[in-house]
């Protein structure tokens, strides 16, 4: 009868070594998945950053522009031949504006009609430029300097419509300008500042 040798105890040591080794394997990834869902659920996630610019749009009706316009060309009262009174402003596709106004030359009161344009300047500025003006049928546009100064007096009279903050926290340029029929819409990009 043949007796079994017995084991040395190396074996018994290899095979708990080789099954812990094993069993470490399978379970850590187990525990770390366990934990890593756990966590998730009582820890709140840190919401993204928000964007830190946007764009706007500014929509000024026929009557909010006869109103500025009407301010506008009384500050030029002194510096020009005649005064603009019973100012109206027709705004139309294509950037066009038609102003229809009474010039009082003296006791005289002709009626004037001017076609303007609008840009965004070079500083983000809304610029009118007169395209076209007459008084009773007569074309104006030759007077350069008269063209100058209601021009300026427009552009001053919405300088502040340029840039600005009325949002706590964001600033606009604007970046475009369009007329549709009754309104004149300007573009603008909101920045955080």
Do not use: C
Request: net charge neutral; glycine share 10%.
């Amino acid at each position: 009868m043949a007796y079994a040798t017995p084991r040395p105890a190396r074996f018994y040591r290899q095979r708990v070594f080789y099954g812990g080794l094993i069993a470490g394997f399978v379970i850590f990834p187990l525990l770390v998945f366990a934990l890593g869902w756990v966590l998730s659920h009582h820890v709140a996630a840190t919401p993204k950053p928000g964007p830190d610019s946007g764009n706007m749009t500014i929509t000024l009706d026929d009557d909010v522009l006869t109103l500025g316009m009407t301010m506008g060309l009384a500050r030029v009262k002194s510096q020009v031949p005649f005064e603009v009174t019973n100012t109206r402003v027709t705004t139309k596709v294509g950037d066009h504006i038609e102003v229809h106004a009474d010039g009082n030359f003296g006791p005289i009161v002709i009626g004037m009609d001017m076609t303007l344009g609008t840009v965004v300047d070079a500083t983000g500025h809304l610029a009118f430029q007169i395209k076209a003006i007459s008084a009773a049928g007569a074309d104006l546009s030759l007077f350069g300097f008269t063209n100058a100064r209601i021009e300026d007096a427009l552009d001053q009279q919405f300088a502040d419509l340029g840039s600005g903050s009325f949002v706590k926290g964001l600033s606009y340029q604007l970046t475009n300008v369009r007329t549709e029929a009754g309104a004149l819409v300007v573009s603008a990009k909101l920045v955080k500042i």
